[in-house]
T-cell receptor
Framework: NAGVTQTPKFQVLKTGQSMTLQCAQD?????MYWYRQDPGMGLRLIYYSASEGTTDKGEVPNGYNVSRLNKREFSLRLESAAPSQTSVYFC?????????????FGPGTRLTVT | AQSVTQLDSQVPVFEEAPVELRCNYS??????LFWYVQYPNQGLQLLLKYLSGSTLVKGINGFEAEFNKSQTSFHLRKPSVHISDTAEYFC???????????FGTGTSLTVIP
């Protein structure tokens, strides 16, 4: 099992460009999440998808959109990148309704917006 | 509203010394608590979790944590640290609906040879 995979690992964008971060999990989890990590601020939730077909805003959704393509895949789109979106982005998943509760994380995407 | 506070942003400690990383939480309902570790340039890995039962929980790599409901704390401890324990540590909570996690700002543990 690969667990949670993210592509790309690194990306540099110019202000105003768009891009999509891809996330996939092979653990048959129903809930998926996108976080950003900034120094001194921990992880902040951008969007999550509690189950296939649903998405909800987290703490910092502005400037982002998401698509839950199917049970495995959850993508994050930046329509017009800004320097404030320079960050490390993590995707996570969990088996909602189970007894373990923990989230499993991907390796992250390091995004720089110039 | 729920929140997690990690009281120390950086903790330096000598190799083979004990360490405690502090975590306090705020919630009006019952919570489940977690500690995650992040090694440089990697994602987060679960160290241990408290869901119910014994308030002392043991995790991987010799770490343990104690849930204290009256003090709303979930401090992480290790009796003797190794160089390889140098990493960022995050405390987190979720509710029994489990849809959202709330993370602390992290504690950077540096083990000094």
């Amino acid at each position: 099992n690969a667990g949670v995979t993210q592509t790309p690992k690194f990306q540099v964008l110019k202000t105003g460009q768009s891009m999509t971060l891809q996330c996939a999990q092979d653990m048959n989890h129903n809930s998926m999440y996108w976080y950003r990590q900034d120094p001194g601020m921990g992880l902040r939730l951008i969007y999550y998808s509690a189950s296939e077909g649903t998405t909800d805003k987290g703490e910092v959704p502005n400037g982002y959109n998401v698509s839950r393509l199917n049970k495995r895949e959850f993508s994050l789109r930046l329509e017009s990148a800004a320097p404030s979106q320079t960050s490390v982005y993590f995707c996570a998943s969990r088996l909602a309704g189970g007894s373990s509760y923990e989230q499993y994380f991907g390796p992250g995407t390091r995004l720089t917006v110039t | 509203a729920q929140s997690v506070t990690q009281l120390d942003s950086q903790v330096p400690v000598f190799e083979e010394a004990p360490v405690e990383l502090r975590c306090n939480y705020s919630s009006s309902v019952s919570v489940y608590l977690f500690w995650y570790v992040q090694y440089p340039n990697q994602g987060l890995q679960l160290l241990l979790k408290y869901l119910s039962g014994s308030t002392l929980v043991k995790g991987i790599n010799g770490f343990e944590a104690e849930f204290n409901k009256s003090q709303t704390s979930f401090h992480l401890r290790k009796p003797s640290v190794h160089i390889s324990d140098t990493a960022e540590y995050f405390c987190a909570l979720t509710l029994n609906t489990g849809n959202q996690f709330y993370f602390g700002t992290g504690t950077s543990l540096t083990v000094i040879p």
